[in-house]
Structures are given as structure tokens and as C-alpha cells.
């Protein structure tokens, strides 16, 4: 949710109060249409209180700057940089509401026919991509989701919270296969 426009340093002018976490800088950021109108990246306490704020780049002005700063093709190639007047080349896949909690995580399975969402309830749900259905979905954390990844043959999704743990899960199932623990604090890396 964009709450105000602000002048910040290095072309920031988004400001909103949406939950940012580490790692998430260079994401995207969407409107309620879910077009992409911004780049997240800074995140900050608004004056002397402690409420934490986001701020991004607006998209129009990344396109700006990509447009001054367009690299010199090699020869026989050639870049085309979108023009302000043309529709955003972006559109929207796929849509769905996840439902309690915010979303922490998400992957796609290799073969591109499931996607599984973590929240910060602690809950993973698994979706089917060709219809956009949630499959099944199961408690996994006593917090939040932090990060998801299928294995390559997408029968093991791991998980890691903002409760210490790494668990495996068998997909078929949902059955919990191990419980990895004796971290010092929440597991949050893309790369489980």
C-alpha cells in the first residue's frame, strides 16, 4: 500500500508501509491492479518513532534512467528500451489470494505445474499453477515462513522459519519428513 510520495535520496519516491524484509530489495512493487509500479529498496524508521517504512523507485523513472544509460550494443545487435508511451511489457500470470497471513516465500516446482507459499502464520500452502487452486495447505512453523525450495525432482519442498528450524516435507503428502534444528535465528536464505 503506497502512502505517500517523499523526495529521498538516489530517485527513491515511493514511500509505503507494506511488511519489507531483508533480502527483498529489488522486488517488485505492485498496486492493488497488480501492475508494477515500482523497484523496493530502502527501508527505514519514519522520524523519531519506531514505525518502520519502505521506500522504492517508481518504475517511470527507472525506465528513464535505463533509457540514458542503454549500454553500446556490439555490432549486428541491437537494444530496444521501452518507450514511456507504450504499455508496461509486463502482465500478470497468475493471481491468487493467499489467505491468512502475509507472504514470506514462494517457489515454483521444476516441471512448472505447482507452486508452494509460505506465510507468517507458519503456514505453507501448495498451489496448482494451471488453475490457479490451492491443493492443500498445512501448519509447518509456530512462526512465520521464511523461504521455500522444491528439490529438482519437486518431490522434497524444504522450509525454513522465523522459528530456527529447517524442515523437509514430502509434497505427494505434506508429511513431515525432518526437522533440521539449532539455529541461532530465522532461517531466510533463497538458496535452501
Given at each position: 500500500m503506497v502512502t505517500g510520495i517523499q523526495d529521498l535520496p538516489l530517485g527513491y519516491a515511493l514511500t509505503?508501509?507494506?511488511l519489507v524484509r531483508a533480502g527483498m530489495s529489488g522486488?517488485?512493487?505492485?498496486?492493488?491492479?497488480?501492475?508494477?509500479?515500482g523497484i523496493n529498496g530502502l527501508v527505514r524508521l519514519e522520524g523519531n518513532s519506531s514505525q518502520i517504512v519502505a521506500s522504492g523507485i517508481p518504475i517511470?523513472?527507472?525506465?528513464?534512467?535505463?533509457?540514458?544509460?542503454l549500454p553500446k550494443a556490439p555490432q549486428g545487435v541491437s537494444l530496444v528500451s521501452p518507450s514511456p508511451a507504450t504499455a508496461s511489457p509486463y502482465?500478470?500470470?497468475?493471481?491468487?489470494?493467499?489467505g491468512r497471513g502475509s507472504l514470506n516465500a514462494l517457489d515454483v516446482q521444476g516441471s512448472q505445474?505447482?507452486?508452494?507459499?509460505?506465510?507468517?502464520k507458519g503456514t505453507i500452502?501448495?498451489?496448482?499453477?494451471a488453475d490457479g487452486t490451492a491443493v492443500k495447505d498445512?501448519?509447518?512453523?509456530?512462526?512465520?515462513?521464511?523461504?521455500?525450495?522444491?528439490?529438482?525432482?519437486?518431490?522434497?519442498l524444504a522450509s525454513g522459519?522465523?522459528?530456527?528450524?529447517?524442515?523437509?516435507?514430502?509434497v505427494a503428502t505434506g508429511t513431515l519428513l525432518a526437522t533440521l534444528s539449532g539455529h541461532q535465528g530465522a532461517i531466510r536464505s533463497p538458496g535452501l
Open positions: 509505503y508501509n507494506n522486488g517488485p512493487i505492485v498496486n492493488q491492479q497488480g501492475q508494477l509500479i517511470s523513472r527507472y525506465l528513464q534512467w535505463r533509457r540514458v544509460n502482465a500478470i500470470a497468475k493471481s491468487w489470494q493467499v505445474s505447482f507452486a508452494a507459499s509460505g506465510n507468517s500452502a501448495l498451489w496448482n499453477l498445512w501448519q509447518a512453523h509456530s512462526q512465520g515462513v521464511s523461504t521455500l525450495k522444491f528439490s529438482p525432482n519437486g518431490e522434497i522459519g522465523e522459528d530456527n528450524t529447517i524442515k523437509l516435507w514430502q
